[in-house]
């Protein structure tokens, strides 16, 4: 039975941690992840069920830092863009439409 508790807290728990908009709520479920680790009955479940906690833990947080740094990184890329137009622009010569030549391999 305790086993298959830990199979529905590793997949339930991961699932709940996309949907956390603030730090601080990863960091509850973190906490209530991990005090459902210690009610396991051996060793290797409570280090495994911890893994899973701290990677959903990570995930959380990673997903809350990816959102954030969103308007930063397109604001970057348009200056990027805008920087190779202007350095390149006088350089690299305009599209030109390419010549067709006629099927040569007819003769």
């Known amino acids: ?3 298959a508790a830990v199979f529905i807290a590793s997949f339930l728990f991961p699932i709940f941690a996309y949907g956390q908009t603030t730090l601080k709520e990863c960091f509850a479920q973190h906490n209530q992840c991990v005090a459902a ?3 396991l009955d051996s060793e290797g479940s409570k ?3 911890m893994a899973q906690c ?5 995930t959380c947080a990673g997903e809350i830092g990816l959102e954030s740094t969103k308007p930063f990184i397109r604001k970057k890329t348009e200056q990027l863009e805008q920087l190779l137009e202007d350095f390149f622009g006088d350089i690299l010569p305009q599209d030109e439409p390419t010549p067709e030549f006629e099927n ?4």
């Open 47 to 49: 280090a495994s069920c």
């Open 37 to 39: 680790c210690f009610e």
């Open 104 to 107: 040569q391999s007819e003769t």
């Open 1 to 3: 039975m305790k086993l």
């Open 54 to 58: 701290a990677g959903a833990e990570a």
